[in-house]
């Protein structure tokens, strides 16, 4: 019952906050325009981030006595928000947004042994690997939430069903805090999206999208998902299968075609080539690629689900059907994009 309270104030501080920051918003010129890679036609707010950072606040500040071990992720996680608010504002450099990124990511692993991929052994060189190994995965997750951002609802309803898929996980195995922290972060984002819908919009911008990404790669890293060591490491990879998909399918598209050659191109590099422009150039309408993304999102999570009690092998036949899946997701996309545009000539 508490934790149902809590995730009503968080709903309804995200819902209320997002009407004020709309009109400042507008009142300090931090808006989205139309043109480019961008599928929208009005200047937009960008402050949506910052209603479910709120919400989130909110909160937590009810359970702040047993935040001991997530308060490192939350403080960083917030470093991560305000650095998107400056992106949103003043724009930075990819390098910069970068440096910053992996700074922040490298202090918190530090700080917070908890938050790390374990899988090797324990000596300075093992260690080293891990590290590498984890700051490739935070700022990764973080920034292909980023690239997911591009349709109204995509990126905080997929965060949703994520959250959700994580939280029975934790409920099964009784790690209540996430589960907790995961609750209120859904009832967050829910309070975000009827603004996202509705025709007086309001976006995640890049502070809440790699706010996101950022809370979503640092729930995966400390939850326990399972008792086999491998199958811990393949459920975070199935539940966040969609951005990691979009990400290398965009990035693969993108070096066949000749787009981008170095990291920094990578980076700054915009088009529209990510996953759900593509389901909307075969023929999708907005809304009908985002609920085909939440269907791919959702199936993967309930594979997730399903093996977390099994052991490496059966985690790793999922693991291979989620990428023969995302193969002919990509193939089909690829054939389709082609025909149509050959019958466009």
Known sequence: ????????????????????????????????????????????????????????????????????????????????????LIEDIRKLSAKQRLFCQLAISLALILLSPEVRVSFMPANTFGEIIEIIVTLLW????????????????????????????????????????????????????????????????IFLGEAGSTFLGYMLACIALIGNWAEDSMVKLFIPILILGVPIFDMIFTTIMRIRDGKVRTLIRWLTYGGKDHFHHYLVDIGLSPRGAVIFIYSITLSLGISAIMVSNDKAFEGFLSLVQAAIIAGIIATLIVAGKHRRSGWNK
């Open 1 to 84: 019952m508490n934790t149902l309270i809590i995730s009503i104030i968080a709903f309804f501080v995200s819902y209320l906050s997002l009407q004020i920051l709309k009109k400042i918003a507008f009142r300090f010129n931090i808006l989205d325009l139309p043109g480019g890679r961008k599928v929208h036609k009005n200047a937009t707010a960008l402050l949506g981030g910052a209603g479910i950072y709120l919400g989130l606040l909110c909160g937590v500040m009810f359970i702040l006595k047993d935040m001991a071990i997530f308060f490192p992720v939350f403080i960083a996680a917030t470093l991560i928000l305000i650095l998107g």
């Open 138 to 201: 935070i700022v990764g997750v973080t920034n292909a939430y980023n690239y997911l951002d591009g349709l109204d609802g995509l990126a905080a309803g997929s965060v949703i069903i994520n959250l959700f898929c994580f939280s029975v996980i934790l409920y099964a195995t009784t790690q209540h805090l996430i589960v907790v922290i995961c609750l209120i972060l859904i009832a967050a984002c829910l309070g975000f999206l009827p603004h996202n819908f509705s025709k007086n919009k």
